[in-house]
């Protein structure tokens, strides 16, 4: 590991910082578009993905499927069709039916014929990891490229925390800043997730190919709450681990936990936090979170209720402190443009320059955004 410090941090180039929002989506890439649960058998569920509304469902053999979600006659949403047998999706305006591979099937009037152009895009999906991964890209799509979240595939009874998910009126950069820099714990999240002992933390970048870790250890810091129930539920200090770890655009597995001062990281306990942006447009993300307990101490076994309370605690977390701090960035770079044209780097950057770099050049090395 290299521990950057803040001399070591690049320069902003020529009318532009290090860290300052690419504009770009990437393409050639999963997205983690949702939780397996929340496509449901005979259903529609539409998102939006790099500004494009998509149709969800289920095969009848149960395997997902994805095609445009706006139908080509007059642009109805197709959430608001149904499924009807075959696997096709018949639009609930004139019902025109389409098949998974976007294919135009059926015109129930006159004559039947299907005019060139009735088609819709299908997009590659693969579910692993109890999420549905959406290839948006026109290269072939490698599922071995879909991040390792086998942490869900098993997890022990008691451990899992609910597969939670809210939008954000924000650029994903913001929100992947935002994770890659969890200095912000000391001061946003004060006393639930950090405190401003941790200020004093060293931050250690790795990289392995084109996957990204932060790090931070602190020592003998006062209890943080969430740590704090998991671990002895008696206030007093812990060191206070967390490794992030990120791929491209936004795929996050946070390592963190606590230990008695001095001891090591398997007399301790804490959580797998995974957080999965998709954007939906320029000023809109997808965000998923789940979690599941790691090294459950004999001390306080895991149920279902405290998994539950976890999760609670983290959506209270996500959107009431981090969505308004974000949302309220968005509003500013929206309004006040002229303002915001350069960044201040400062050492807590070292995380979001490196991301940012990896991500400018998969991005270079994409298909221009549509
Ligand atoms: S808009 Fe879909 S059939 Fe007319
Ligand atoms: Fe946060």
Redesign the pocket.
């Known amino acids: 590991m290299d521990t950057l410090e803040p001399q070591l941090m690049p320069g902003p180039a020529a009318g532009q910082t290090s860290v300052a929002p690419t504009g770009r989506f990437l393409r050639n890439t999963w997205y983690p578009i949702m939780w397996s649960s929340d496509l449901v058998a005979g259903e529609l569920a539409e998102r939006v993905a790099l500004e494009e509304p998509i149709v969800f469902f289920r095969r009848e053999d149960g395997t997902a499927a994805a095609i445009a979600g706006v ?1 080509s ?4 949403p197709l959430r608001l069709g149904k499924l009807c047998g075959g696997d096709r999706v018949r ?1 609930g ?4 039916e389409f098949d998974a591979t976007g294919a135009c099937v059926r015109n129930p009037y006159g004559d039947g014929r299907i005019p060139a152009g009735s088609s819709l895009r299908a997009y590659p999906i693969v579910e692993r990891h109890k999420i549905l991964w959406l290839w948006m890209g026109t290269r072939t799509p490698d599922p071995a490229a879909i991040p390792d979240f086998s942490i869900f595939d098993d997890p022990a009874p008691g451990t899992l925390t609910k597969f939670d998910a809210i939008t954000m009126a924000a650029n994903y950069e913001l929100i992947v800043d935002n994770l890659m820099d969890l200095s912000h714990t000391a001061f946003l999240h004060d006393g639930l997730l950090g405190n401003d002992s941790m200020t004093q933390s060293s931050i250690d970048i790795r990289q392995e190919g084109n996957t990204v870790y932060v790090a931070r250890y602190n020592h003998n810091v006062p209890a943080v709450k969430v740590y704090d129930l998991l671990f002895r539920q008696d206030g007093k200090p812990t060191d206070f681990w967390d490794t992030m770890r990120w791929d491209a655009p936004g795929c996050f597995l946070l390592d963190t936990g606590v230990h008695a001062p001095g001891a090591t990281k398997a007399e301790g306990t804490g959580i797998y936090a995974v957080h999965l942006l998709t954007p939906q447009t320029a000023t809109s993300t997808n965000y998923l979170f789940s979690a599941v307990r790691q090294n459950v101490q004999n001390g306080q076994p895991p149920t279902p209720e405290i998994a539950a309370k976890i999760g609670e605690l983290r959506r209270f977390i996500f959107q009431s402190q981090d969505t308004l701090m974000i949302e309220a960035q968005q509003d500013v770079l929206d309004r006040f443009p002229a303002n915001t044209r350069h960044a201040a780097l400062f050492s807590i950057d070292a995380g979001p320059a490196r991301y940012k770099r990896v991500l400018r050049a998969l991005l270079d090395a994409d298909e221009p955004t549509m």
């Open positions: 139908c006659h007059r642009f109805a639009c305006y004139h019902g025109l």
